[in-house]
């Protein structure tokens, strides 16, 4: 038995050595007009929605040809075009990145004119996600593990079980399909609202004023009247939403201290999205 050893040791030493997943180094990026910049590589930047000129600006700087937007929102498409920046909209939830997406993120990062520059809203959570998901499709060498720290340096929480499963499931193989890159999609009726009921919350946060508080409530009515169809659970919460959006006018149009109710009025965005949105995972590894 003994003298087996050197033998399955040299085999052994022949053996290749499994090659050790090559990590991802993002660089934080300071730009005026944007937040949550990274530079993944020379050809890849993530960030949050660039919302005016100033953030166009800042995409020229870092040389950026394409911009892919991940969000719900329509992108400004002509704003872009008007600092010779081309747009790709593929959106995405909170629930994973879908593999198809995955490819056609990677095949628009690949074969479109770069850098390009991938954003969701804030740039913490779904940008990010999809650009390391694509990012693995096209490298996948990259280390799983250096895609997870990269989401969380980014911000993505925890509970955004969906996205950090898409950056650590085996990385799709990239074929021959051709895919379309839309400058705007349609999205579901629920998103079109969200991103309504998110831009009104920005308002009300900056501009605490009895005008915005009844937008937001408007807003909720709607989107009561707009899905019937959602189970009990949903419509409580949504009657949640909607009896804090009512406080939050009414204390507002009193003039009375609104830190209490605009807490409130938050709890009841995050408490129906961590049932209902966040921690889905729609692309287990
Ligand atoms: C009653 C439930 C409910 C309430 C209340 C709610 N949301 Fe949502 N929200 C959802 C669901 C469900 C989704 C995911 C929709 C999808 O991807 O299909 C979502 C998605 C979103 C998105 C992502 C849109 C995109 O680009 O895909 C944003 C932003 C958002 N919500 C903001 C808010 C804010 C801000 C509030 C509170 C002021 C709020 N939501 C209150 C259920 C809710």
């Given amino acids: 038995m003994l003298r087996w050893m050197p033998m399955l040791l040299l085999l052994a030493g022949c053996a290749p050595a499994p090659r050790a997943g090559a990590p991802l180094k993002p660089e934080p990026v300071d730009a005026v007009g944007l937040h949550n910049v990274f530079r993944l590589s020379d050809n890849v930047f993530t960030g949050s929605m660039p919302e005016d000129e100033r953030s166009f600006e800042s995409l020229q700087l870092l040389r950026i040809q394409t911009i892919i937007s991940v969000d719900g929102a329509p992108p400004d498409v002509d ?75 980014a911000g993505t929480d925890e509970r955004y079980r969906g996205l950090f499963a898409a950056v650590q499931r085996a990385p799709a193989t990239l074929d021959d399909a051709t895919v379309e890159f839309p400058s705007r999609v349609p999205v579901a009726d629920l998103v079109t609202r969200m991103v309504e009921i998110d831009e009104t919350w920005d308002r009300l946060k900056k501009q605490p004023m009895a005008a915005n508080a009844i937008v937001l409530l408007e807003q909720y009515r709607e989107m009561k009247r707009a899905t019937p169809e959602r189970d009990e659970r949903f419509q409580t919460y949504l009657a949640e939403a909607l009896d804090a959006a009512t406080e939050l006018e009414a204390n507002l149009r009193a003039g009375a201290d609104p830190a209490a109710v605009i807490q409130r009025t938050a709890n009841a965005c995050t408490a129906c999205h961590a049932v209902f949105r966040d921690n889905r995972v729609s692309s287990p590894p």
């Fill in 79 to 153: 704003g872009a075009e008007s600092f010779g920046l081309r747009y790709v909209h593929l959106p995405i939830g909170y629930d994973g990145v879908p593999e198809d997406r995955a490819k056609a993120i990677a095949k628009a990062i690949r074969d479109l004119p770069g850098p390009v520059y991938i954003h969701c809203h804030h740039g913490k959570y779904r940008g990010p996600a999809a650009a390391a998901a694509a990012l693995r499709c096209l490298e996948p060498n990259h280390s799983a593990a250096s895609l997870v720290a990269y989401l969380k340096l």
